[in-house]
């Protein structure tokens, strides 16, 4: 059975960071890209970031880019979301994603497993 688990989330004022983390059981992400969603309230689930099989290659959503970093570590079957510079707009849940794609260049993730998300809260 796979299993997405993320954590890290809380409140944080605006301008703090937080880590997020998933850690993933059931499957070995090591032939899987990895990657991070987020819903705010009354809104669609959106992309953040995601990350190839092997860390080679990032992409982030335009609102993320040069604050967010997500990265990977095969041998432990954990992904990470480092978040900065947050502000109330980030405010959402962090959903932990996984798509059976072994390659390095990742134009669309879309996701075959999904967690149950972690809940940020940034205040203003």
């Known amino acids: 059975q796979v299993q997405l688990v993320e954590s890290g989330g809380g409140l944080v004022q605006a301008g703090g960071s937080l880590r997020l983390t998933c850690a993933a059981s059931?499957?070995?992400?090591?032939?899987?890209?990895m990657g991070w969603f987020r819903q705010a309230p009354g809104k669609e689930r959106e992309f953040v970031a995601s990350?190839?099989?092997?860390?080679?290659?990032?992409y982030y959503a335009e609102s993320v880019k040069g604050r967010f970093t997500v990265s990977r570590d095969n041998d432990k079957n954990m992904v990470y979301l480092h978040s900065n510079s947050l502000n109330p707009e980030d405010t959402a849940v962090y959903y932990c994603?996984?798509?059976?794609?072994?390659?390095?260049?990742?134009?669309?993730?879309?996701?075959?497993?999904w967690g149950l998300g972690t809940q940020v809260t940034v205040s203003s």
């Open positions: 994603a996984a798509e059976n794609y072994y390659s390095e260049v990742l134009l669309n993730f879309e996701p075959d497993y």
């Open positions: 059931g499957l070995a992400i090591s032939r899987y890209a």
């Open positions: 990350i190839t099989y092997s860390g080679s290659n990032t």
